[in-house]
């Protein structure tokens, strides 16, 4: 659809990685067909995050951040604006279809309504469970108009009890959880990657000194498999055992992404953990052998080349969909962005979800 997208992909399978790591090799390669399926010129014309849920068999919700919705001619977005948050549904196989309100001036509007004037939610993983769907999101004020002019203040759980109806019919409801900050002054953020298994629904998350500390420590609770959204019922894992006092959780490892994913990867019997390190462009991949741990450390996956579009671009909001992922394999999204707001409007390489494919082997040494 854009020869510079085109072009970028086939530069990036020049550059295919194959490397080895622990007892394992693997091997990186661009995956265009998924580029493809999210460029669009008309509607819904890119957002980051991308987070993906399984809904039902063959059936997968996307979650999108801030997303730009109006027209691209010329290979410009032309006066676009930015909602805060949509979703897409896509049957395997199918295209997404992509949701987000409008006001009685076909206005678009984010998916979630804000919570205040100068606050909004964003998006971040969610489950499906016997009772619905859960949506985390965190609520994030505005402090100016830079790039960068935003906090996060406080994480929100929603909650879809009809989340097989169409989603403009969805009967959702939203509370504030009680998790913000430790008596030290830590800001906490919880929902970052969701996992469910066993018996519970693991919620990954992390503290940090602010919100945009690069110095994260990945932190995690648990809750009973169909009850996410009773924060009565959550433990938090704290010096290798579960505690009911959020006071007393303890970091699992520093330098966790800001987002990411943790799935079960049955190819290398393995839990795998995802995420950006930074905004640097560099995605990486940490292994266990239970949700808490102990993680290995980092593996890196892939360097990002949209780095190379520009000084102004950085890649971001790394995470797996193994929902889409063959046995041995795993599909992995991010988001290229820039601080100019008037290069992502002219450049349409930039913020749409880009997608990569790892190929896992064992290694020829191993057992």
């Given at each position: 659809?854009?020869?510079?997208a085109t072009?970028l992909a086939?530069?990036?399978?020049?550059?295919?990685?194959?490397?080895?790591?622990n007892?394992?090799s693997?091997?990186v390669?661009?995956?265009?067909?998924?580029n493809q399926?999210?460029?669009?010129?008309n509607?819904?014309?890119?957002a980051?995050v991308?987070?993906?849920?399984?809904?039902?068999d063959?059936k997968?919700?996307?979650?999108f951040?801030?997303?730009f919705?109006?027209?691209?001619?010329?290979?410009?977005?032309?006066?676009?604006r930015m909602?805060?948050s949509?979703?897409?549904?896509?049957?395997?196989?199918?295209?997404p279809?992509?949701?987000?309100?409008?006001d009685k001036?076909?206005?678009?509007q984010?998916?979630?309504?804000s919570?205040?004037?100068?606050?909004?939610f964003?998006?971040?993983d969610g489950?499906r469970?016997?009772?619905?769907?859960?949506?985390?999101?965190q609520?994030?004020d505005?402090?100016?108009n830079?790039?960068?002019?935003f906090?996060?203040?406080?994480?929100?759980?929603a909650s879809?009890?009809?989340p097989?109806?169409?989603?403009?019919?969805?009967k959702?409801s939203?509370r504030?959880l009680?998790?913000t900050?430790?008596p030290?002054?830590?800001?906490?953020?919880?929902g970052?990657?969701i996992?469910q298994?066993?018996d519970y629904?693991?919620?990954y998350?992390?503290?940090?000194?602010?919100?945009?500390?690069?110095q994260?420590?990945l932190i995690?609770?648990?809750?009973?498999?169909?009850e996410?959204?009773?924060p009565?019922?959550?433990?938090?894992y704290s010096?290798?055992?579960?505690t009911?006092?959020?006071d007393k959780t303890?970091?699992?490892?520093?330098g966790?992404?800001?987002e990411g994913?943790?799935?079960w990867q049955?190819f290398?019997?393995?839990?795998?953990?995802?995420?950006s390190?930074?905004?640097?462009?560099?995605?990486?991949?940490r292994?266990?052998?239970?949700?808490?741990?102990?993680w290995?450390?980092p593996t890196?996956?892939?360097?990002?080349?949209?780095?190379?579009i520009?000084?102004?671009v950085?890649c971001?909001?790394?995470?797996?969909?193994p929902e889409l992922?063959a046995t041995n394999?795993?599909?992995?999204s991010?988001?290229?962005?820039s601080?100019?707001v008037?290069?992502?409007l002219?450049d349409?390489?930039?913020?749409?979800p880009?997608?990569?494919?790892?190929?896992?082997?064992?290694s020829?040494?191993s057992?």
């Amino acid at each position: 659809m854009f020869k510079a997208a085109t072009i970028l992909a086939v530069a990036t399978a020049m550059a295919m990685l194959h490397a080895v790591a622990n007892d394992f090799s693997f091997r990186v390669s661009p995956a265009p067909e998924w580029n493809q399926m999210f460029q669009r010129t008309n509607g819904w014309l890119g957002a980051d995050v991308a987070y993906s849920v399984l809904l039902a068999d063959n059936k997968t919700l996307w979650v999108f951040g801030d997303t730009f919705v109006g027209q691209i001619r010329a290979g410009k977005r032309i006066q676009p604006r930015m909602i805060h948050s949509s979703i897409a549904i896509q049957q395997l196989g199918e295209q997404p279809r992509f949701y987000y309100p409008v006001d009685k001036k076909r206005s678009p509007q984010s998916f979630i309504k804000s919570p205040g004037p100068k606050s909004y939610f964003w998006l971040d993983d969610g489950v499906r469970t016997g009772q619905g769907l859960c949506l985390f999101m965190q609520q994030v004020d505005t402090v100016n108009n830079s790039v960068w002019g935003f906090k996060c203040v406080g994480t929100w759980l929603a909650s879809i009890e009809n989340p097989d109806a169409p989603p403009a019919h969805w009967k959702i409801s939203t509370r504030k959880l009680p998790f913000t900050g430790f008596p030290g002054g830590q800001d906490v953020v919880l929902g970052c990657e969701i996992l469910q298994s066993g018996d519970y629904i693991y919620i990954y998350g992390y503290s940090s000194q602010t919100n945009s500390s690069a110095q994260k420590n990945l932190i995690l609770a648990r809750a009973p498999k169909n009850e996410p959204g009773n924060p009565d019922l959550w433990e938090f894992y704290s010096n290798g055992g579960w505690t009911m006092d959020f006071d007393k959780t303890t970091p699992i490892f520093s330098g966790a992404g800001a987002e990411g994913s943790v799935s079960w990867q049955p190819f290398l019997k393995k839990f795998v953990y995802v995420y950006s390190v930074e905004i640097w462009g560099e995605i990486a991949m940490r292994t266990a052998d239970a949700p808490e741990g102990p993680w290995s450390a980092p593996t890196k996956l892939y360097q990002c080349p949209d780095m190379k579009i520009s000084p102004h671009v950085f890649c971001y909001a790394a995470k797996g969909h193994p929902e889409l992922s063959a046995t041995n394999e795993l599909l992995i999204s991010y988001a290229a962005n820039s601080d100019s707001v008037s290069e992502v409007l002219n450049d349409t390489r930039l913020y749409w979800p880009r997608f990569i494919r790892v190929t896992f082997e064992k290694s020829n040494d191993s057992n």
